[in-house]
């Protein structure tokens, strides 16, 4: 039987340098462009996660919590949560959701990205 090992979100974006640019500056990722590629992409990297940034062609991009009332668009699985939390304050990132225990039970915040996508970070307890 075929096993998962990991998985990375793919955000569509109107402006893939400027969305590249936040990441970097103030998520701490690291970008990678493949722009000549046949399909244009940056990815982005940080620990041991990969974010894959390509173009919208135009096409409006829209948060799951504008689309259906809740839900992020990405989920990270991290410890140090207050950690986290703390640096991407003070690189002035927007914390929609502060660190809380929630009622199913996972120890988590959340941040907004330049387009408006709602990114939790947390675990299980």
């Not at 969305?19 to 998520?27: G, H, I, R, S, V």
């Not at 000549?36 to 982005?44: R, S, T, V």
């Not at 990270?76 to 660190?99: M, P």
Request: hydrophobic letters at 30%; glycine letters at 8%.
């Amino acid at each position: 039987m075929g096993r998962l090992f990991m998985s990375h979100c793919v955000f569509p974006t109107n402006d893939i340098a400027r969305t590249a640019d936040f990441y970097q500056k103030n998520l701490g990722f690291t970008p990678v462009p493949y722009l000549d590629a046949k399909e244009p992409h940056i990815c982005l990297y940080r620990d041991s996660t990969e974010i894959i940034l390509t173009k919208s062609n135009g096409q409006q991009v829209i948060p799951n919590h504008t689309l259906y009332g809740y839900g992020y668009d990405a989920y990270f699985i991290t410890d140090h949560q207050e950690e986290l939390q703390e640096e991407f304050e003070h690189r002035g990132v927007k914390i929609v959701r502060t660190l809380s225990k929630t009622d199913y039970h996972n120890r988590e915040f959340a941040i907004e990205d330049i387009d408006g996508r709602w990114i939790g970070f947390g675990i299980k307890e």
